[in-house]
């Protein structure tokens, strides 16, 4: 496997967005992480590619799946991880971002993975530092991992991306997966379409090449994929709809609404869910939902975006 992808190399030196990658780098991405699922599904799951690589996980933000994700990437392909939580760090003394990631780097850190609520975040660094920067999520702006692992699943159960019909539910305005998942989607050929309430979706939108519905049974009957996005609240300082029940009742995804299609549907969450607010249990669960098959390819993906960051030259 090495020989095969030493003969290509992405573009970038970082990952900082879906924006900064080429159809060829996405497609690099996903042969790559289609022989790491391979390889994490042996017996021996290990190898040994990154053994000579140091990586900082920096989260300043909470995390569950990407934190464990990126963590459990990194050690199956060997690489020595360092993790870092600003809620227990001199972060809480008032150091700054540039003096923490410096500190880090100085013990000899070759790449760093960077969750920050600040959009940009990720960015600021690659501009000063010397390691590779990979966006774990920046505020409301990217989550480029997460729209690789949702594109993979996508493929990996239709076969393509190209001419498929992918609809993205809820909180489109504060969602980094959402704009992720949009670039990703349209540079791989699908067709997108946003659903949600108007005051939870971005003006000129549709200059991405998005469609705009604000009617969640129509967008059902339209889509063959459904991806389902959490109401973000804790990005919410004003008010966008009446009340959960009613979000819910509107714009939620429940039973009944599948159980009106005839034809198959796949439903995505990228977690966490809030349960019965924008998807039902009885859904989340179904026999449709690739919500845990989206959480296990996402190992696979970081490990190969790794991999190729690691393995990049400058051209
Ligand atoms: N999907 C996702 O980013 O989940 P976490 O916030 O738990 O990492």
């Known amino acids: 496997m090495d020989k095969l992808m030493a003969q ?50 920096l989260f300043f933000e909470h995390s569950t799946r990407t934190r464990i994700s990126f963590e459990l990437a990194e050690k199956r392909l060997s690489a020595d991880v360092i993790n870092f939580s600003a809620a227990s760090s001199s972060v809480k003394k008032g150091e700054t971002l ?34 590779h920067i990979i966006n774990a999520g920046d505020g409301t702006h990217e989550h480029p991992t997460q729209a690789l692992l949702d594109a993979f699943s996508i493929r990996e159960k239709l076969g393509t991306l190209q001419g498929k019909r992918i609809a993205i539910f809820g909180d489109i305005l504060h969602s980094r997966v959402a ?24 003006k000129h939108i549709d200059a991405l090449g998005v469609e705009v519905s604000y009617d969640v049974r129509a967008s059902l009957r339209w889509c063959d994929v459904a991806n389902v996005l959490r109401i973000q609240l804790e990005r919410q300082h004003i008010k966008y709809f009446p009340s959960l029940r009613e979000y819910s009742q509107y714009f939620g995804i429940h039973k009944a609404l599948l159980d009106e299609l005839d034809k198959p549907i796949l439903i995505m969450h990228p977690g966490p869910i ?42």
Do not use: W
Request: hydrophobic share 45%; aromatic share 2%; glycine share 4%.
């Open 8 to 57: 290509q190399q992405l573009s970038t030196r970082h990952l900082l967005g879906i924006k900064n990658l080429t159809r060829e780098d996405i497609e690099l991405i996903f042969h790559t992480a289609q022989s790491f699922k391979h390889i994490i599904n042996r017996p021996v799951k290990k190898t040994p590619s990154l053994r000579d690589i140091t990586i900082a996980n």
């Open 98 to 131: 540039l003096d923490t990631v410096n500190n880090i780097l100085s013990m000899k850190v070759d790449m760093v993975v960077i969750r920050h609520p600040a959009p940009g975040a990720p960015h600021f660094l690659a501009r000063h530092i010397n390691a």
């Open 179 to 202: 704009l992720s998942n949009i670039l990703c989607l349209r540079k791989l050929g699908a067709q997108v379409r946003v659903c949600g309430p108007p005051t939870l979706i971005p």
């Open 274 to 315: 809030n349960r019965g607010v924008e998807i039902t249990s009885d859904v989340a669960d179904s026999e449709h939902s690739i919500i845990l098959d989206q959480v296990e390819n996402g190992v696979a993906i970081r490990m190969a975006v790794l991999y190729l960051l690691a393995s990049h030259r400058r051209l």
